[in-house]
């Protein structure tokens, strides 16, 4: 059973930069499609930015441009580098993994279908 850790979230101002972290307890998430999910009150949670085993990436358009997703295995931790925030970023953000999913389909999956989830990490940009 993957259990995963985020980190790194906070409140900052408008333009700022956040890094968020999320460790794995298994190196075997190494294989497994990661990624990184937003909710805010009152919508479904939704995906940021997605990682394949591959290195394959998928972004949410809102933030195309803006953040990037990353991985050290070694570390077994996977980022979100969060740069030029937006109000409209603020939510709780949740680190994700499935040994099922390619990037894409796990972006617009239903959250029941994905497998792993971290407990969340809450952004609040002003």
């Known amino acids: 059973h993957v259990q995963l850790v985020e980190s790194g979230g906070g409140s900052v101002q408008a333009g700022g930069s956040l890094r968020l972290s999320c460790v794995a307890s298994?190196?075997?998430?190494?294989?497994?499609?990661m990624g990184w999910f937003r909710q805010t009150p009152g919508k479904q949670r939704e995906g940021i930015a997605t990682l394949d085993s591959d290195s394959s990436t998928t972004f949410a358009e809102s933030v195309e441009g803006r953040f990037t997703i990353s991985k050290d295995a070694a570390k077994r931790t996977l980022y979100l580098q969060m740069n030029n925030l937006k109000p409209e970023d603020t939510g709780l953000y949740y680190c994700?993994?499935?040994?099922?999913?390619?990037?894409?389909?796990?972006?617009?999956?239903?959250?029941?279908?994905?497998?792993?989830w971290g407990q969340g990490t809450q952004v609040t940009v002003s």
């Open positions: 298994e190196d075997k998430y190494s294989n497994f499609c």
């Open positions: 994700a993994a499935d040994p099922g999913w390619g990037p894409s389909e796990m972006m617009g999956a239903d959250p029941a279908d994905v497998d792993y």
